[in-house]
T-cell receptor, first 112, second 113 residues
């Protein structure tokens, strides 16, 4: 099956700085990569996703890049704000499969 | 609000007991997924149903079972509960399956004492 690794496990940045979280996946058949944000005790919320026919996708302060050759994808958050503090999970889905494989999460803390 | 609902929000029970968690997917979604999130294990996929049929199985214990009803709501049954079953249980739904976006419900926090 798919194996998704996520780094770093914790990340602290000053408000206004950028944050980057990286994930690698093992199965070259994976072609859908969502990112979820989870606040303490709450549900994971989809913040952005990318499909394999696209190399980059942006939504306001959030962007995701995908490198299919290297099998890695990254989340970029610019101009971070305290409300960005949460745990972020990457995930991968293989063609023909039905379930997401999640990374282990990154706890982002934005220091005011 | 994702449109996925789960009940109950919290459940406290004793070891050896049996509980049922309920999930209603977003209107129009045919697929329901169950995930377990414990402190040391992140988000683990348990099982998926599509239009009433089991579609995929993940790390689901034999003590756990699920089903999806004709109205598309789903129930996750956990029996012979152990302390280690304490976790957040999330349900997610998607329009179809495969590459469709999954939207998560608010979760049920299960505490086994």
């Amino acid at each position: 099956g798919e194996n998704v690794e996520q780094h770093p496990s914790t990340l602290s940045v000053q408000e206004g700085d950028s944050a980057v979280i990286k994930c690698t996946y093992s199965d070259s058949a994976s072609n859908y990569f969502p990112w979820y944000k989870q606040e303490l005790g709450k549900r994971p919320q989809l913040i952005i996703d990318i499909r394999s026919n696209v190399g980059e996708k942006k939504d306001q302060r959030i962007a995701v890049t995908l490198n299919k050759t290297a099998k890695h994808f990254s989340l970029h958050i610019t101009e971070t704000q305290p409300e960005d503090s949460a745990v972020y999970f990457c995930a991968a889905l293989q063609t023909g499969a039905n379930n997401l494989f999640f990374g282990t999460g990154t706890r982002l803390t934005v220091i005011p | 609000d994702s449109g996925v609902t789960q009940t109950p929000k919290h459940l406290i029970t004793a070891t050896g007991q049996r509980v049922t968690l309920r999930c209603s997917p977003r209107s129009g979604d045919l697929s329901v997924y169950w995930y377990q999130q414990s402190l040391d294990q992140g988000l683990q996929f348990l099982i998926q149903y599509y239009n009433g049929e089991e579609r995929a199985k993940g790390n689901i214990l034999e003590r756990f079972s699920a089903q999806q009803f004709p109205d598309l709501h789903s129930e996750l049954n956990l029996s012979s509960l152990e302390l280690g079953d304490s976790a957040l249980y999330f349900c997610a739904s998607s329009e179809n399956w495969g590459l469709d976006t999954q939207y998560f419900g608010p979760g049920t926090r299960l505490t086994v004492l």
